[in-house]
Each structure stands twice: as C-alpha cells, then as structure tokens.
C-alpha cells in the first residue's frame, strides 16, 4: 500500500510539500481505515514533508463518547473501554516507529486526546462552541447533517435521539479542528486522514469567514490544515 495526497483544504500543496507546518496523522478509533500498514504509510509521509515534528493523535476518549451513547455505557466504562483501545493502538505504533532509524523516531511525538484538553483555551472553547450549538439554529443543524452523514448506512441515522446526543463528539474536536494545538511546545497544524469529507469542508468554510462568522470571532482561530491522504 501506498498513500496518495488527495484534496488540501486551508493552504497549496506547495506550502504542505514545503514543509511550512507541523504534520500529525488523526486517528479514529472506529475507522477502519486505519490499518497498521496505512499507519505506517502516513508516518513515513507525514515525516517526510513536516516542519520540526510529526505527531500521531489517538483520538481515545473522544471516542468514548460513542461508547457511551451507542453501546450505552456509562461515562466511567466508555473511557475505560476507550483508553484500553488506546493503549493497545499504542503498541501497534510503537511496532511501526521501532523500525523506522532513529533520527525519525526521535522525530515523532505520540499524542492522546486527553493531551489535547490539556490545550489551553481548549474547555473555554468548547463552553462556547457548545453555547452556540444550543443557540444558533443553523449552525445546529449544519453539526447534526454531519453526524448524518457519517451514519447514512447505519440505524443511527434515522434515531434523532442519537444524532443529537453525537453531536458531542463534533463539538469536543471543533477546537483541535479549527485551532491545531500544542504538543511538548511544538505547534501542530496540518493534520492528514484518508478522506475528504463534510466535516473537513465545514471546517474549511469556517476557518475562511465564508460560514458562522460568529464562531470564527468568538473563538482565536489559528490555521489548521486538512490533507487528504487516500490509501492507493
């Protein structure tokens, strides 16, 4: 396998090829796409065109939050679940890292997300993304089509209930999304996943001012690139 640089939202390929921001590959707990030899591609591309370090974010308990609502587990049992997800992805990772020579290795940073909440601004942003969520109809129904869309083929697309509780999952990475963060003083701002989507188009629009002008001024918007890395 093999990846192929797909769709860039928020700067040229150039500027991505040239090297002018930090790399980190996204990944999702319930994307399949996610396999050990795409991993595996990615990092090698990502450190290939990254500034200083390249980062590899386990989304862990974000994703407990789809235990919690879909499995129906309690908030204790879906994180628990979550982070023992996220333990055995690390040792996935670090099998890919140790063969890779040691100037790249010392290279790589592993991220989790609850190293992301610890961003600063990042509970604040997400008191005030969440205030406009409950306030702003439109920008409502913009996260909810999304949830949709993401579950088009599943029952949970026609379970409004769910759809709505979801939408916790869109506003708890809206920040990370729109805002990249820090790691170990290293700013990372340019993230890759294996598809261009709805979300990554939303977060776009948003980011330019041609949507939500009010989310763009209420929170300290900072680039945050999407590249689309398809598996070839």
């Given at each position: 396998?093999?990846?192929?640089?797909?769709?860039?939202?928020?700067?040229?390929?150039?500027?991505?090829?040239?090297?002018?921001?930090?790399?980190?590959?996204?990944?999702?707990?319930?994307?399949?796409?996610?396999?050990?030899?795409?991993?595996?591609?990615?990092?090698?591309?990502?450190?290939?065109?990254?500034?200083?370090?390249?980062?590899?974010?386990?989304?862990?308990?974000?994703?407990?939050?789809?235990?919690?609502?879909?499995?129906?587990?309690?908030?204790?049992?879906a994180r628990k679940k979550a982070l023992k997800k996220g333990d055995e992805l690390i040792?996935?990772?670090?099998?890919?890292?140790?063969?890779?020579?040691?100037?790249?290795?010392?290279?790589?940073?592993?991220?989790?997300?609850?190293?992301?909440?610890?961003?600063?601004?990042?509970?604040?942003?997400?008191?005030?993304?969440?205030?406009?969520?409950?306030?702003?109809?439109?920008?409502?129904?913009?996260?909810?089509?999304?949830?949709?869309?993401?579950?088009?083929?599943?029952?949970?697309?026609?379970?409004?209930?769910?759809?709505?509780?979801?939408?916790?999952?869109?506003?708890?990475?809206?920040?990370?999304?729109?805002?990249?963060?820090?790691?170990?003083?290293?700013?990372?701002?340019?993230?890759?996943?294996?598809?261009?989507?709805?979300?990554?188009?939303?977060?776009?629009?948003?980011?330019?001012?041609?949507?939500?002008?009010?989310?763009?001024?209420?929170?300290?918007?900072?680039?945050?690139?999407?590249?689309?890395?398809?598996?070839?």
């Open positions: 396998m093999t990846v192929q640089l797909g769709i860039i939202r928020g700067a040229s390929q150039e500027e991505v090829l040239g090297k002018k921001f930090n790399i980190y590959v996204g990944i999702s707990l319930g994307n399949k796409d996610f396999t050990k030899e795409y991993i595996k591609d990615s990092l090698d591309w990502a450190l290939k065109h990254s500034k200083e370090r390249t980062g590899l974010l386990i989304a862990d308990t974000l994703h407990a939050i789809n235990y919690q609502i879909k499995d129906g587990k309690s908030i204790e049992s040792v996935i990772l670090k099998e890919i890292i140790d063969l890779l020579p040691q100037n790249k290795q010392n290279k790589i940073d592993i991220i989790r997300w609850d190293d992301i909440k610890k961003n600063p601004g990042y509970e604040e942003s997400i008191i005030k993304i969440t205030k406009e969520f409950n306030e702003n109809k439109e920008f409502k129904e913009s996260i909810l089509d999304i949830i949709k869309a993401h579950f088009e083929n599943s029952h949970v697309h026609n379970s409004p209930g769910i759809i709505q509780e979801l939408s916790k999952y869109i506003i708890d990475e809206l920040p990370t999304l729109l805002q990249g963060f820090t790691f170990n003083n290293i700013r990372y701002n340019c993230y890759t996943y294996p598809e261009d989507n709805i979300l990554t188009k939303f977060i776009e629009d948003i980011s330019n001012k041609k949507r939500f002008k009010e989310i763009h001024n209420i929170l300290e918007i900072k680039e945050n690139i999407s590249v689309e890395l398809k598996a070839v």
